[in-house]
C-alpha cells in the first residue's frame, strides 16, 4: 500500500525527522485561507503547491510549483487541483489531482538522496544515500555509483549510531548538520521498522542555508500483510489512487493484479498463477491479469472472478486452470457453469482442471451445455486459449 507525501511526512514528523511541513486541501475554496495560514505559520511569504498523487516526477508534469507570494500561489492552486497530471510512473493516462499540498518554502543550499528498503538477496534492510538528490537513484546508480553509500542492517539488531554515522559521513556533512543527519538515519530507520514499511524514501533531503537538515519529500511503501496491526496506516489508504477493479476484487478476497494483455486468468493458487501466465506468454499469447481464487474456491468464487476479469475490456479469452487440493474441482465446475449461464459470456472460455474430482467436474462441464473449450494439459490449455483470443 502506499500514502500521500503529506501523510508520509506526519509519520516522519512523528518520529521527529525534519520536514517541510504544510497544509492539505481537497477544494480551491478553501486554498486562500491554507495559502494565508502557511505563511503566517512559518513566517513566509513563498509556498510551494504540490500536487498529492502516488507517482514520482511530479514536479517534471508540472505538479509541483514554487510560488513566491500570495497570488501566484493561488493561481498555481487553481492550475494543480483538478488537473490530470501525467509522469513517467503514471503512464500516458495519468492521475486525476484531488488533493493539494501547501507547504513553506526552504532556501536550498544542496539536496541528497536517502532511502531504506529490504535487500531480499541478503535478508537484512539496506539504508542508501547520496549526494546526487532530486535525481532518479536508478539513473545515479548507472552513471555514478560511487555517489551512492550503503549500510545493511540486520532486522534481528537494529540500526546502530555508528551505521548512521557513517552515512552522514557518505553525504559529506559536517559540523551541526552531521550531528543532525546521524539522528535524522536512526530516527527515519525507528519510522520504517516500527511501521511495517516495504520502503522510506526521501528525496530531497535537504541542506538549508541555514544547515538545517530538512525531509522535502516522503514516499511510503507498507506491507499490506501488515496492515491488520497498523489501523492508523491503513486508514491512510486513497482509494482514488487505486485500480478500480483491484479494489473491487479485495472486497471478494481475490487476489487481482491487472496488466496488459488479452488472456484473462483464473487461477488457485499463486504459484500456479506464475506459470499460467509463463505458458501463456511461450504459447505466444499475453496475460491481461494475475488472478489468484485462492484454496477454497467455490461456485460463488468463480462467479465473482469472472465478473473482476471481465472487466477489463482487452479480454478476448479466459483461461480457468485449477489443480484440485483442497478445493474440489467438481465445486469449481458448478461455479464456471453458473457464471457462463449468469453472465452470458461473450469471449471463449478454456478451462483446464486437475486433481480432487476432476473427473466428476469435466462430466459437469460435458453435460451442461455451455460453451466450454475443454484442456487436458496447461500446455493444451495455453494454446487453446491464445488461438481462442486471436479469433
Known sequence: MKIHEFQGKALLKKYKVPIQDGFVINCIEDAEATIKKVQDTFNTEAVVVKAQIHAGGRGKGGGVKYSPNFESAMENSKNILGMNLVTHQTGPTGQLVRKVY?????????????????????????????????????????????KISKVWIDPLIGMKSFQARNLAYGLELEGAALKTAIKVFMNMYNCYHETDASMVEINPLVLTEDDKIVALDAKFNFDDNSLYRQKEISDMQDLHEEDATEVEAGKYNLNYIKLDGNVGCMVNGAGLAMATMDIIKLSGGEPANFLDVGGTANADTVKNGFKI????????????????????????????????????????????????????????LEDSGVSIIPAVSMKDAAEKVVKAAIG
Request: aromatic share 4%.
Open 102 to 146: 501547501i507547504t513553506e518554502a526552504l532556501d536550498i543550499k544542496h539536496e541528497y538522496y536517502c532511502a531504506l528498503t529490504l535487500d531480499r538477496a541478503r535478508g537484512d534492510h539496506v539504508f542508501m544515500v547520496s549526494t546526487e538528490g532530486g535525481m532518479d537513484i536508478e539513473t545515479v546508480a548507472a552513471e555514478t555509483p560511487e
Open 309 to 364: 476479469i471481465l472487466q477489463d475490456q482487452n479480454v478476448k479469452a479466459v483461461l480457468i486452470n485449477i489443480f484440485g487440493g483442497i478445493v474440489r474441482c467438481d465445486r469449481v465446475a458448478t461455479g464456471v457453469i453458473q457464471a457462463v449461464k449468469e453472465l452470458k459470456l461473450s469471449v471463449p472460455v478454456v478451462v483446464r482442471l486437475e486433481g480432487t474430482n476432476a473427473i466428476e467436474a469435466k462430466k459437469l
